[in-house]
């Protein structure tokens, strides 16, 4: 076990297809503690990345654009992934550290439509929704949550996580951006606050360095649907704190490379120059 006072670890929780412009007439207080504690800010989906799940958290989890990793749509054949790892894979695979990824969207888990995306972290937990409605969504979540708790307190070696929501993006898909899907964003909150209550409940937690990264890929037409150019598609945001995010200190200009970036900055590994990051950290 890894004993080393002050050892970091890092959790990022991706929730997909949540706007900005909502978030402050909704009851999220886990995400609220966050910003405070760091920031929440802006992250505007660049000209050459559709708006799309595949595209976007490829971005996200590679720290690298559509260029490099290869992913243009939610199908995700023709990637170079084997070059352009996520970073549970990376992080496995380059520095045999402890990672996880979990969760209900397929091409993200398993080899299905191109993917999986997240290739070989140390664990990969993949949990079918029942159906393909905001409730079969809605059950999903909970239980990727709950395999995600029993992940961060099983594996006291653990370093770095990622959590998969996807009932947000599909209740928009289903119903609009109306009353169900507000309700969904505050269910994804309280998802959260569990992800966050199981970090704190590890044996070792005192001596142990945190940095929590909640991201969306993309926002939503008031109708429900995405994958255009419009203000409210483009739209995505990054909350984060930990150590060395001070309170407060939003960075002036957010990219969706710069969570992979961040991941490596707060496990203390400096990117090699020939993975070629698209993106930087956010703090200094």
Not at 51 to 70: E, F, L, Q, R, Y
Not at 118 to 134: H, I, M, Q, W
Not at 148 to 160: K, N, Q, R, T, W
Request: charge should be negative; glycine fraction near 12%.
């Amino acid at each position: 076990m890894d004993t080393a006072p002050d050892t970091p670890h890092v959790l990022v929780v991706g929730i997909d297809g949540v706007r900005l412009d909502l978030l402050p007439e909704l009851h999220t207080p886990h995400l609220d503690a966050i910003a405070r504690a760091g920031f929440l800010a802006p992250v505007e989906v660049d000209s050459a990345t559709p708006t799309m799940s595949g595209p976007c958290w490829a971005t996200i989890v590679t720290g690298v654009g559509v260029a490099k990793h290869g992913v243009w749509g939610n199908r995700l054949h023709g990637n170079r992934l084997d070059v352009f790892p996520d970073f549970t894979t990376r992080l496995a695979a380059d520095r045999g550290l402890r990672t996880f990824a979990v969760g209900g969207w397929a091409p993200l888990f398993l080899a299905q439509e191109g993917g999986p995306l997240f290739v070989a972290p140390t664990r990969l937990g993949y949990v079918a929704p029942r159906e393909d409605t905001p409730q079969g969504w809605e059950e999903a979540d909970g239980r990727v949550t709950t395999d995600a708790e029993h992940l961060i307190g099983l594996d006291e070696d653990l370093h770095a996580g990622f959590v998969y929501l996807g009932a947000v993006d599909e209740t928009a898909h289903f119903l609009g951006c109306g009353p169900e899907y507000r309700a969904s964003i505050e269910a994804a909150d309280a998802r959260l606050g569990r992800l966050l209550a199981a970090v704190r409940r590890r044996p070792a937690y005192a001596d142990e360095q945190w940095t929590v990264i909640v991201v969306t890929d993309h926002g939503h037409r008031d109708e429900g649907g995405h994958g255009g150019r419009s203000p409210q598609e483009r739209t995505a945001w990054i909350a984060a704190c930990g150590p060395g995010l001070s309170a407060g200190a939003t960075p002036p200009v957010l990219h969706h490379a710069d969570v992979a970036a961040q991941v490596y900055t707060s496990l203390g590994i400096t990117p090699d120059p020939h993975w070629t990051l698209d993106g930087s950290p956010f703090g200094p």
